[in-house]
């Protein structure tokens, strides 16, 4: 009987560095949530890749930042937990922001690693001499297997990085199926699309204090899907940001998110969305339990 590998990967490095970009690149398809603000991913979620007969499982972490609200630390308590269970970890750096002081204290926090490699994601925006005095310091910094130069956007460099990732998972019985898969619960990934597309017509005029939940999804005779989700808003002036004047913002959110979701499943979908102002929404363990976050009191 052939020999089957199997491990995980956390995925880990400052907000922004393309750590949600990368995620779906490597899996052909959306699984996390990409926007141009930072800390839009609250969860670890996980998603199994197979190479040959090794078996990744990435965790794509929240990015790492200094907390300040009970949200914030609930996501970064996420991100180091994931680290305390990975078989690797894989960091990934802007290229065109180098070393910052948020990229110091990571290196500090994963250092210990036996298995730890880097990525500089975005290298096609930089010129090749700019890199080298980061690949460098970084050298310095901690004991890389490897620093990978890579742009997750056009996908350049992504599967010799695989590869060596591949490398180094330990022999074990698969932990998962056998196949390129999401452990996403599907009312989350719901959620997520709608709330990526929030912060994509949005976002220079609302703040972090919104949550998008799936309240429940049934289907019709033909198969239609029937889609119910509010977005919740912390004040009354945050509603009327996202309805928007006569519902306008409202209606792009919904169109743009149904027709995600539609492309992503292959399905025919409806989608209901409400804007309910739930002032401390933060404070409900409801709301963390429902994505996989740790409430702490």
């Known amino acids: 009987m052939s020999k089957t590998y199997s ?17 779906n690149q490597i899996m052909g398809r959306k699984v996390s949530i990409v926007s141009h603000k930072v800390q839009t991913t609250r969860t670890n979620l996980r998603a199994v890749k197979m190479v040959g007969a090794r078996q990744l499982i990435f965790v794509d972490t929240p990015g790492i930042f200094r ?14 937990d994931a680290l305390s269970d990975a078989d690797a970890v894989l960091m990934i750096i ?28 975005k290298t096609d925006a ?31 460099g992504i599967a010799d990085m695989l590869k060596s990732l591949a490398a180094v998972m330990p ?17 989350l990934y719901l959620a997520e ?7 994509r017509f949005i976002h220079q005029e609302l703040p972090y204090h919104i949550n998008v939940v799936t309240e429940h999804v049934d289907v019709d005779g033909e198969g239609v899907l029937d ?8 004040s009354d002036a945050h509603k009327k940001i996202v309805v928007g004047r006569g519902g306008a913002q409202l209606k792009k959110i919904g169109t743009a998110a149904r027709h995600d979701i ?19 929404w933060e404070d409900v363990a409801e709301n963390y339990t429902d994505q996989g976050l740790e409430f702490k009191k």
């Open 227 to 234: 889609i119910y989700q509010k977005i919740v808003v912390a």
């Open 7 to 23: 491990g995980f990967i956390a995925i880990v490095g400052p907000t922004n560095a393309g750590k949600s970009t990368l995620m």
């Open 94 to 121: 802007d290229a065109t922001k180098g070393i910052t002081d948020t990229v110091r204290g990571i290196v500090e926090k994963i250092r210990d690693n036996k298995n730890l490699f880097v990525a500089l994601n």
């Open 193 to 199: 699309l709608t709330r990526e597309k929030v912060y």
């Open 262 to 280: 539609q492309d992503q499943w292959g399905v025919n979908a409806r989608l209901h969305l409400f804007v309910r102002v739930e002032e401390n």
């Open 67 to 80: 907390p300040s609200r009970r949200l914030d630390r609930a996501m970064v308590a996420a991100a180091m």
């Open 126 to 156: 930089v010129k090749k001499g700019e890199l080298l005095p980061i690949a460098a310091e970084l050298n310095e910094m901690a004991t890389w297997r490897e620093i990978f130069m890579i742009s997750a956007m056009k996908n350049d």
């Open 171 to 187: 022999e074990s019985p698969y932990l998962f199926e056998a196949k390129d898969s999401t452990d996403v619960p599907d009312n």
